[in-house]
T-cell receptor
Framework: RKEVEQDPGPFNVPEGATVAFNCTYSNSASQSFFWYRQDCRKEPKLLMSVYSSGNEDGRFTAQLNRASQYISLLIRDSKLSDSATYLCVTDTGGFKTIFGAGTRLFVKA | DVKVTQSSRYLVKRTGEKVFLECVQDMDHENMFWYRQDPGLGLRLIYFSYDVKMKEKGDIPEGYSVSREKKERFSLILESASTNQTSMYLC?????????????FGQGTRLTVV
């Protein structure tokens, strides 16, 4: 079983739609959680950290459920520029960072 | 502007060759990582290092070794390249100590073994 599992998609949504991605992790020792974004043929870049109380950054909302070992990302009012692969990431304190395989999103006009 | 630099964007090597992939970071980060990324499999951790001369195996270390002689440089070595090591290789660095620290990636090296 993979340590971090995501639905690979692709998710095809129209502009303005709300879309949600989910991710589960198996290592209960995981301490930090993130969502990264990777554009085609580019390196991954941090989108946002995920905090226990949930957090929001503009149109993006991240949630963490430690009991269920589950992370989510909600994107509201999708833009064409949101088209990318979204990677769920966990680590056990900076030494071992584990990436999910990613969820592909296509936003269409 | 923070930077992680990988020595090559594209490499073509022959089966059996010894291959060196170099990565340099300018952020004084303690932790450095090597991943490979393949379609449908995402990023898989090969090795990581949390200090000079220290290294730990990741999930897929077979066929690879690493070297970290200086804090800013982390090298990935393919002892005898094989066709199943054709992949995108990504180096990353990250600081320690604080929670939720960001990992910064290099631009990647696309290696083809023929």
């Amino acid at each position: 079983r993979k340590e971090v599992e995501q639905d690979p998609g692709p998710f095809n949504v129209p502009e303005g739609a709300t879309v949600a991605f989910n991710c589960t992790y198996s290592n209960s020792a995981s301490q930090s959680f993130f969502w990264y974004r990777q554009d085609c043929r580019k390196e991954p870049k941090l989108l946002m950290s995920v905090y226990s109380s949930g957090n929001e950054d503009g149109r993006f909302t991240a949630q963490l459920n430690r009991a269920s070992q589950y992370i989510s990302l909600l994107i509201r009012d999708s833009k064409l520029s949101d088209s990318a692969t979204y990677l769920c990431v966990t680590d056990t304190g900076g030494f071992k960072t584990i990436f999910g395989a990613g969820t592909r999103l296509f936003v269409k006009a | 502007d923070v930077k992680v630099t990988q020595s090559s964007r594209y490499l073509v090597k022959r089966t059996g060759e010894k291959v060196f992939l170099e990565c340099v970071q300018d952020m004084d980060h303690e932790n450095m990582f090597w991943y490979r990324q393949d379609p449908g499999l995402g990023l898989r951790l090969i090795y990581f290092s949390y200090d000079v001369k220290m290294k730990e195996k990741g999930d897929i270390p077979e066929g690879y070794s690493v070297s970290r002689e200086k804090k800013e440089r982390f090298s990935l070595i393919l002892e005898s390249a094989s066709t199943n090591q054709t992949s995108m290789y990504l180096c990353a660095s990250r600081s320690t100590g604080l929670m939720n620290t960001e990992a910064f990636f290099g631009q990647g090296t696309r290696l083809t073994v023929v």
